[in-house]
Every structure is written in structure tokens, then in C-alpha cells.
């Protein structure tokens, strides 16, 4: 998305800005102006960091990147009438070759988010941003603190792996955190639409590759670390270390963080020991590793939680005595912790505790997370509970395993596969956390991307195999995911539950350089109805059986 209006911003303004860092080469292309005259000055509408989305009067940044340089494609970006180009010395040359202006940094990245802010004339300004990082709960988090800041009557924007939201206009997103030049042009929309407020997610890629510099936010949450990305990071040290650096003066005012989880109390200490932002915790009894014996007492705590099959109600205790009712209406006891990160968070940005307590209360459910699927035509007759999530790393599959074994009284089917070219070893951990805490697992496609199906399957059934025999869940493979599903409800009686893990509110499947449109929820729904017409067809052959074998009444 980009602002309707812009102002042209003078290149030899951000050259000054950037400092002795940068170094401007101008072009040598202009016979006709009087060796004596300044060079003409180059003016800058917009940004971008992708040579197929340059506009004209756009900044091109040409970034080096895991499979190209972005200056391979400045042709195109000056073709498409880039007005200048921002590269680093590798990608000089080819920039140079345009004839258009470019600006050498050291590193494009570095300082991608303050200039791209300076183009849109820092539209986040006045905005007020929670931004939420952690392994799982970023996007429940977001869409809860949404509705709470709507509650206080706030215009307000959403940015996070689901959908980018300006008031009521949604856009898809491609990434759970934008690049720098998309999440400016994003908050200079906003800003042009009178939005006040805005709920985001922090991923430790946007702290990694600078996607959120020159972004500050009021209030930074932490939800918790557990295993992901270690594709991208090089163990759970620097994937902690990454999402820390969103807890320093640089990006926040104040941190807000969960201390059920022992790098959240990690984090804590970081923290206070620097004592350079304010933080507040929150936790919630009986959480996981939670309580006084881990050395540190919670400001805020969800007590008295009642646990129910669509979400739950539990009383929050804050600082001062301030106590109140509260309520969720997602299920699973993760979703309490979420529920008091939003509630938290909400009251640090500022609002009051009922507000912001009903602004969560008032949340429908979040697209794909824990997402109930209920048969339209035949609802009635469906005695058993389908679910949607995007679970997709070990933690969250034991979060929601665990949480549905506290309200099932059937059994739990699971189907889910772990994604292609992505961590290769949180496969044994999804694996084996299925097959211990399931009763059955079938194991499917998850979007294998550029990889071989039957590898990303024997991986999972590796920890698979750790699970002692009988205490294993019954596991089958099936690779096509809409055969597993349809299997897995064939397979679910009444009062069970069966939970399709993984691609929650995705719509497409990667398979080879591919997307097949492929929506969990659609499929799910398509087998619950099929299912239920051959159990009905089948229940009146068996009547109509009953009614040929009955004794002639004369
Ligand atoms: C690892 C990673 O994050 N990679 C990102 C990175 O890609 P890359 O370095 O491979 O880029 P590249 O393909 O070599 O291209 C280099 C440059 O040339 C440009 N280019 C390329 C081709 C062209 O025709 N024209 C052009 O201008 C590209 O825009 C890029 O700037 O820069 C690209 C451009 O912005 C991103 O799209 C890409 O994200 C990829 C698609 C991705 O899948 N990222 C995931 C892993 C990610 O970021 N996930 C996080 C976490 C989600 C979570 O919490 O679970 C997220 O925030 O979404
Ligand atoms: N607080 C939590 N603790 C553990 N698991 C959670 C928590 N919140 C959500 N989950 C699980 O993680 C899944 C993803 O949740 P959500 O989308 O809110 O997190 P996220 O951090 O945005 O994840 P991602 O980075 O994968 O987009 C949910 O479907 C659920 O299975
Ligand atoms: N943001 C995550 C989403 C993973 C979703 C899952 N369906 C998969 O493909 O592994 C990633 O890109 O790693």
C-alpha cells in the first residue's frame, strides 16, 4: 500500500542526513548545464526495495540478498523511472551503469527503515504502535490488541502475518513483518487516513534484516521462545538475542512480558539490568513453568481461569489492587496468556483497564488459530469438534495438544506435516510432540516448497520413533492433504476432536516453484460434509435393512 500523496523530498537533504557514511555519485550526463552551475537536484517520491514495484520518482534500494543483488535490476527500477538509487560498494557499479544518482552506504539495510521513514516524512509520528515479537501468540496478540484499541474508540491499523489492516480496507500479506519500504509506505496510508493507533508483529526476521528501523513502538511485548527459524538463526541464543533487540530505547518506551516463560524472565533481567526502559510482567497461574519458585513475582496475573471448549474467563489482578472479570474467546490456556499480553499491553498504551479488558472480550476469533469448522448443511448432526490452527513448530503443537486434552472427552486426531525449505529440525520435535500428546496423528504435506515430501515425513516419523511404543499415538502418512484430512474425519467419532495443523489461514499451497490454491478450512469443511452425508445415507440403509428383516406383522 502506498500514500496517495507525497511530497518530492530532495535527494542532497538524505545525503546530508546519512552523514559521512554515504557517498553520493552523480552522474556525468549533463552536457548542456554550465560546468560553473550545482548539479540539478533529484527529487524522491516514494520507496522500494523491489525493482518490479518501482514507481516513478522512486528511491530504488538495491539490496544484496541471499540469491541475487537487488543492482542487478536497476535497469528495470531506472526503466521504470526510479528517480535515484541507495546501494552498498558491491552494488555501485551496476547502479552507476544507469546514469541515475546513487547513494553508497556500507550497509543498505542498516539504515533501509530511517530513510525509507524520511521519504514518507515519518508518517508513524503520531501514531500510537504496540508491536508484539515471540515465537507463537504475535498474530492473536495483534488482532486482540485491535480490537481493544477500537474499543477506546481509536481509528486503527493492523500489520502481521495474516493481513495488513487500514480501518476497515484489508490487504493480504506476504510477510509477517514487512520490509522497511513497504511498512513506511503502509504507515504513511495510515497516517494519511486518520489512523491513531496500530497493533503490529515484530518477527526476529524484521530485527534481523532491519525491516522495522526507524519504527518506534509505545509498547513492545515479548509472548515467549521456543523452537523455529533455526533455518535462519544460528541457535536459540542468537534467536533470543534477535528478539531482544526490540527491548532496548532504540524501538521501545516500555516492555511488557511474559514470565511463564523462562526467556521472558531471561529477558526480564536483560532488561533491568540495563534499566533503560520500564518493564511490566504478566503471568498466569498454573501457567507453564510459571510461579514465585522461579524467583520472580508477576505485576499482573490471570487468576481463578475457567477453561472452556471456545475460550475461557479468568480474573485479572494487576499493581494497586486494580481486579476484574475477564474473557477470551479463543480457547486453550495459551490463549489466557495472550489474552493477558493484549489486556497488559493495552493498559501500558495507556488505556483503562476495562477498556482494555473488553476490547479483548469483544474479539471475534482470529482467522486459522484454533478456528472452529462446523458442516452448514447438516451442523446439527456433527457430534464432533474441528478445528483449524496454524501450529506449525513444536511449542505451539504442545500448547494446543495440551490444551485440548484438558476439555476432550473423545479422541484428538491431528494431521500435519512440517513446511519445506524451512528449520529442518523442528521435525522431530513436531513429530514426536503429535505422537505423545495425540491419540491419532496422520502425517501429510505441509508446502514442501522445493523439497521432497517423503524426506520433511521421515524426519517427523524420526521423533516419531522416540515416542515409547505405548504411549505413541496411532500414526499413519498420507502426503495428500486433502486425502489426510478426509481421513482423519472419517476417522473422528462422536466427541472427538480432530485439529488440522499448520497453514491455518493460508490459501495456497508451495509445492515446486508452485502455490496450488489449497485452504485448510475449505477442505476440512468439504470432508466434515461428505462424511456426514455417507454416515446418514449409511444410517438409513441400515433403517431401511431393519425395516426388510422385521417379522410381517400379519
Ligand atoms: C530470509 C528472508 O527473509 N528473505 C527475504 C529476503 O530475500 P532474499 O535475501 O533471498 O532476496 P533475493 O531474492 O536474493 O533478492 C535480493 C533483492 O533483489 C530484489 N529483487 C529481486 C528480483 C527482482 O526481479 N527484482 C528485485 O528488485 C529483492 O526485492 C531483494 O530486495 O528479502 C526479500 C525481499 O524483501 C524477502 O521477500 C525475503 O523473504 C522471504 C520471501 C521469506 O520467506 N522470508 C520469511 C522466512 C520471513 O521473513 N519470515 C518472517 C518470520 C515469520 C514468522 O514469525 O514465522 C516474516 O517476518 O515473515
Ligand atoms: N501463547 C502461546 N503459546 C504457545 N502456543 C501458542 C500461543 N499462542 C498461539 N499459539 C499457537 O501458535 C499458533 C500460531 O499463533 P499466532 O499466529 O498467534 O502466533 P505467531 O507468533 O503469530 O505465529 P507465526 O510466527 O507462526 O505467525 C497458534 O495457532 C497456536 O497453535
Ligand atoms: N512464517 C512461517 C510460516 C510457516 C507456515 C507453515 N505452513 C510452513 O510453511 O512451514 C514461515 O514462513 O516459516
Request: charged letters at 25%.
Amino acid at each position: 500500500m502506498r500514500p496517495e500523496h507525497t511530497s518530492l523530498r530532495p535527494l542532497s537533504d538524505l545525503v546530508t542526513t546519512l552523514g559521512s557514511d554515504a557517498t553520493l555519485l552523480r552522474p556525468d550526463t549533463d552536457p548542456e548545464r554550465p560546468a560553473d552551475m550545482p548539479p540539478r537536484e533529484v527529487h524522491v517520491r516514494g520507496i522500494t526495495h523491489d525493482s518490479r514495484r518501482v514507481r516513478q520518482g522512486d528511491l530504488y534500494a538495491a539490496l544484496p540478498g541471499t540469491r541475487v543483488h537487488g543492482a542487478e535490476f536497476s535497469r528495470q527500477a531506472a526503466d521504470a523511472e526510479a528517480s535515484a538509487i541507495l546501494t552498498d560498494a558491491e552494488g555501485a557499479e551496476s547502479a552507476a551503469a544507469t546514469g541515475l544518482p546513487v547513494i553508497v552506504v556500507p550497509d543498505v539495510r542498516a539504515v533501509l527503515g530511517p530513510v525509507a521513514s524520511w521519504v514518507y516524512g515519518d508518517p508513524a509520528r503520531d501514531l500510537l504502535l504496540v508491536g508484539t515479537t515471540g515465537t507463537s501468540g504475535k498474530t492473536t496478540i495483534s488482532y486482540l490488541i485491535e480490537s481493544g484499541l477500537r474499543k477506546a474508540g481509536m481509528s486503527t491499523g493492523l500489520v502481521g502475518t495474516v493481513e495488513m489492516r487500514v480501518g476497515d480496507e484489508r490487504v493480504a500479506s506476504s510477510l509477517t513483518t514487512p520490509e522497511a519500504t513497504d511498512l513506511h509506505g503502509l504507515f504513511a496510508v495510515m497516517a494519511e487516513r486518520g489512523i491513531t493507533a496500530a497493533a503490529m508483529e515484530v518477527s526476529s526476521h524484521a530485527l534481523a534484516l532491519g525491516r522495522v528501523g526507524g519504527a518506534r513502538y509505545d509498547v513492545a511485548i515479548f509472548t515467549n521462545l521456543s523452537q523455529d527459524h533455526l533455518d535462519f538463526h544460528s541457535d536459540l541464543r542468537d534467536y533470543f538475542d534477535t528478539k531482544a533487540r526490540l527491548f532496548t530505547p532504540e524501538y521501545c518506551d516500555i516492555a511488557v512480558v511474559n514470565t511463564d516463560d523462562r526467556f521472558g524472565r531471561a529477558l526480564v533481567d536483560m532488561v533491568a539490568g540495563r534499566g533503560d526502559i520500564p518493564v511490566t510482567t504478566f503471568a498466569v497461574e498454573g501457567g507453564s513453568d510459571a510461579g514465585p519458585e522461579n524467583g520472580m513475582e508477576a505485576d499482573w496475573n490471570a487468576v481463578d481461569v475457567r477453561l472452556g471448549d471456545t475460550g475461557s474467563s479468568f480474573r485479572v489482578v494487576g499493581p494497586g489492587g486494580m481486579e476484574a472479570e475477564a474473557s477470551v474467546a479463543l480457547p486453550g490456556p495459551f490463549n489466557v496468556s495472550n489474552a493477558m499480553a493484549a489486556i497488559v499491553g493495552l493498559v501500558e498504551a495507556g488505556l483503562p483497564m476495562e477498556t482494555a479488558i473488553a476490547g479483548v472480550a469483544a474479539a471475534p476469533g482470529v482467522p486459522g488459530r484454533m478456528e472452529p469448522v462446523a458442516a452448514r448443511s447438516a451442523a446439527s448432526e456433527q457430534d464432533f469438534t474441528a478445528l483449524v490452527d496454524y501450529s506449525h513448530k513444536p511449542g505451539a503443537i504442545e500448547a494446543v495438544l495440551d490444551s485440548l486434552r484438558a476439555t476432550t472427552k473423545g479422541r484428538i486426531t491431528m494431521v500435519v506435516g512440517c513446511g519445506g525449505d524451512r528449520d529442518r529440525a523442528k521435525r522431530p520435535l513436531m513429530g514426536e510432540a503429535a505422537a505423545r500428546l495425540a491419540d491419532q496423528v496422520i502425517i501429510t504435506n505441509d508446502n514442501p516448497r522445493s523439497e521432497d515430501p517423503v524426506s520433511i515425513a521421515a524426519a517427523m516419523l524420526e521423533g516419531v520413533a522416540k515416542v515409547p511404543e505405548n504411549h505413541r499415538a496411532h500414526v499413519t502418512v498420507e502426503l495428500d492433504r486433502a486425502e489426510a484430512i478426509g481421513l482423519g474425519v472419517a476417522r473422528t467419532g462422536p466427541g472427538d476432536v480432530i485439529v488440522v495443523a499448520g497453514k491455518g489461514h493460508e490459501t495456497g499451497q508451495y509445492v515446486k516453484g508452485e502455490v496450488l490454491p489449497f485452504d485448510d478450512r475449505e477442505v476440512l469443511l468439504n470432508a466434515i460434509e461428505d462424511a456426514l452425508r455417507s454416515r446418514a445415507s449409511e444410517r438409513l440403509g441400515s433403517a431401511l435393512q431393519n425395516v426388510h428383516r422385521a417379522p410381517d406383522p400379519g
